[in-house]
C-alpha cells in the first residue's frame, strides 16, 4: 500500500496494532486540549441571515447537528441561509466518545416535528436539504418512519427539492433502513467515523462490519441513490489503516467519500492524536480517487454535511 507522506506535527503518536481501551474520564480529562495548527481558522463573521437561521429554528423548536456537534462551519452555512436538520430531538442514546451531541434517555417522540421540518424549509426557501438525526435505540425502528414521514411532506411541499439523510446505523435492522430507502430520498449518507481497531475506543458498542452492510445495502437498492459515508483522523489510526478503510468502504458500493480532521469538543471527550496538515488531506483525496470514488471531499473543516450538494452534484445530474 502506498503510505501518505505524514507530516510531523505537535501531538502525533504511533498507533500499536492493540484495540485501545477507552482512558478513565478522570485521565481523559485531564489531558488538555492541544493548540490548533495555523491551518485549521474557523471564520468568525456572521452574515445577515446567521440570526435568521438561528431565529426560525429556535421559533420551531428544531434542531440542527451545526449547533448540537459544535461543527466549526456553522457560522458560514447559517450566514448562507442553510443547515443540517437534525430529528428524532436532540438527544443520543449511544456514547460515542468523539461526539458533541447530548447523550442521555430521549424525550418522548415528537411526531409534529416532521410537519414543522417541512414548514422551515419553505420558509428558507431550500432547494436542497440535509437531514441526520441522534440514534434512537429506544425506537421499535430506529425513527425510521420519522425519516419517511419528513420525506413525505418536504415532497408535498415541492416535488423537485433535493434530499440528503444521514442517518445512524439503525442497530442493523435492515426493515428499518428499507422505510427510509423506500421514501425516496436522493443521498444516503451513514459514517463509518474511524479506523476499525479504533471503535472499542472511539464508538464503543457499534460495528464497522454493521455500518458497512448499511451502505451495501443501500448500494443495492433500486431505485437507487447516491450512497456516501465519511471518517474522521486524527484519534490514532495508522495511513495503512485509512487505506485500508476507504477499500472497505468503496467495495460496498459507496460512490463519495468525505475526510476531515477529529476536533476535540471538550475535555471530556476523547483527545486529539495529532493534526493532519492540508497536503496530506490532499494525497489521500488523490488516494481515494484512484480507488475509484466517484468524489472525494478531503479536508481539515470537511464534515460530512459541509456543502453536501457540492459533493453530490454530478452524480444527481446523472440520475436526471
Known amino acids: 500500500m502506498k503510505k501518505v507522506p505524514l507530516t510531523e506535527s505537535a501531538g502525533q503518536r504511533s498507533a500499536s496494532g492493540a484495540s485501545p481501551e477507552t482512558p478513565p474520564q478522570k485521565k481523559q480529562a485531564s489531558t488538555p486540549h492541544l493548540r490548533l495548527p495555523k491551518w485549521i481558522k474557523v471564520t468568525s463573521t456572521l452574515g445577515p441571515n446567521y440570526g435568521r437561521v438561528k431565529s426560525i429554528l429556535e421559533e420551531h423548536s428544531l434542531h440542527s447537528v451545526c449547533q448540537e456537534a459544535a461543527c466549526p462551519n456553522i457560522r458560514e452555512c447559517f450566514s448562507e441561509g442553510t443547515a443540517t436538520f437534525m430529528i428524532l430531538g436532540n438527544r443520543c442514546t449511544r456514547g460515542c466518545n468523539f461526539c458533541g451531541v447530548t447523550k442521555g434517555r430521549p424525550l418522548n417522540l415528537d411526531e409534529e416535528e416532521p410537519a414543522r421540518l417541512a414548514n422551515v424549509v419553505g420558509q428558507l426557501k431550500l432547494k436542497q436539504v440535509v437531514i441526520t438525526s441522534v440514534t434512537r435505540d429506544d425506537l421499535p425502528d430506529g425513527g425510521a418512519w420519522v425519516f419517511a414521514r419528513t420525506m413525505q411532506l418536504l415532497r408535498q411541499q415541492d416535488t423537485e427539492v433535493k434530499v ?3 442517518i445512524p446505523d439503525l442497530r442493523g435492522d435492515a426493515q428499518a433502513l428499507q422505510v427510509i430507502l423506500d421514501s425516496g430520498v436522493d443521498v444516503l449518507a451513514h459514517n ?24 451495501s445495502r443501500a448500494s443495492h437498492y433500486t431505485p437507487r441513490p447516491v450512497v456516501k459515508s465519511g471518517f474522521m483522523v486524527g484519534l490514532g489510526e495508522t495511513t495503512d489503516e485509512i487505506i485500508e478503510l476507504m477499500h472497505q468502504i468503496y467495495a460496498t458500493g459507496t460512490d463519495l467519500v468525505t475526510i476531515g480532521q477529529y476536533l476535540r469538543p471538550s475535555l471530556s471527550h476523547l483527545p486529539v492524536e495529532r493534526f493532519y496538515h492540508p497536503d496530506e488531506f490532499k494525497e489521500l483525496a488523490r488516494i481515494g480517487m484512484k480507488i475509484g470514488f466517484a468524489h472525494v471531499e478531503s479536508g481539515p473543516l470537511v464534515r460530512s454535511s459541509y456543502k453536501a450538494f457540492h459533493q453530490s452534484k454530478q452524480l444527481l445530474e446523472k440520475r436526471c
Open 164 to 166: 440528503e439523510f444521514l
Open 192 to 215: 463509518v467515523e474511524t479506523v476499525g481497531r479504533l471503535y472499542k475506543r472511539a464508538r464503543p458498542g457499534m460495528k464497522l462490519d454493521r455500518s458497512l452492510e448499511v451502505l
